[in-house]
């Protein structure tokens, strides 16, 4: 095995984690009696009938993690909440300040978009230039800000073939990351609101979440990170190629769906039903290809979740630019700062919580600031 990649030996067959399934007609008695006596079976979604080959995992049951307080491990508490009622709203940060603000709003999860990291750490486009190491360094500053806050990051492609898909996982999940989408574009991927895109076929997109699958579940101890499926063939090939991709990652392990680019509520809806009881993540950019769906309204869709990934980024270049043209004109940056004096600054940076730690360990080096 090449080196590095040992942490995903397994002494278990090389399959994939899988757990072949018998189907069971729910009308006999006498097929349910055969199931539930194989120690290879599982009870059955009425919804989804699970079919030989799809994968699955006891552990990370949606049902294990409907009671009892939210875990302070943030893939755990992701799960928790999809698996309770409501939806879960993600805000897009670029940098440590949006996250310090979004925090502050009280969010209780948050997204890392490919965009915004992009942007904010290369001043660059979202054109496949940012490299696997911007996107973990990013997320470790991000995750250390609110290590029990899930935060759920864009993998793009996972960076190259299978070992660097499992290799993304292990560094994302190392990193504090809660969940990691991963798409079917091909390398040279784009934002996926632009026009243009090219994707993989369905076989190249189901190794990638079968391989992040496989890392994950070879994490020592059983980690709870989520994979999510991302298809962007909506645009490419239509949304039944669309729904079709996002069932068969479905079937290979992926936790959540996630459809980019969908136009309508009705075509939302009919993806949410297409997928049951697999939760689906929408992707909300004014002025992109999905409509600007509010909360309210992509709950009552059905999305399970919800992320805003240029929310942080859009409002950051109006800001910044707002307060350089006022500079530029004025020679002042008065009328800019809005009275937010540096102290008050960094009270949003988390001032406070420095100073009472070196108040408690016993330091005098910030008594007065």
Known sequence: MAPGLDYYRSSEPKESPVVQVISVDRSSSESSTTASESSDCLTLSP??????GVYYNPRLDPKNFLDGPLSHDPATRLRQMLARPGIVIAPGICDGISARCALEAGFDCLYQSGAA??????GMPDLAIATLNDFVQSAQMVCGLSPTT????????????????ART??????AGVAAMHIEDQVQTKRCGHLMGKQVVSREEFVTRIRAAVIARDSIPGGSNFVIIGRTD???VLGMDEAITRLQLAADAGADVCFIEGVKTSELLTKTVEALKPKPVLVNVISGGLTPSFTCKEAELYGAKIIIFSLVSCVAAVHGIRAAMRSLKKTGTDFSSAQGMDPKA???????????????????KAFELV
């Open 47 to 52: 919804e989804r009938p699970l079919r030989p």
């Open 117 to 122: 990291t992009t942007a904010s750490r290369l």
């Open 150 to 165: 899930p935060v759920i990051a864009d993998a793009d492609t996972g960076f190259g073939g299978t070992a660097m898909v």
């Open 169 to 174: 996982v292990y560094q994302y999940a190392r």
């Open 233 to 235: 063939s909506a645009q």
């Open 345 to 363: 600054f960094f009270e949003v940076m988390g001032l406070h919580d420095v100073v009472e730690l070196d108040a408690r360990a016993g330091g």
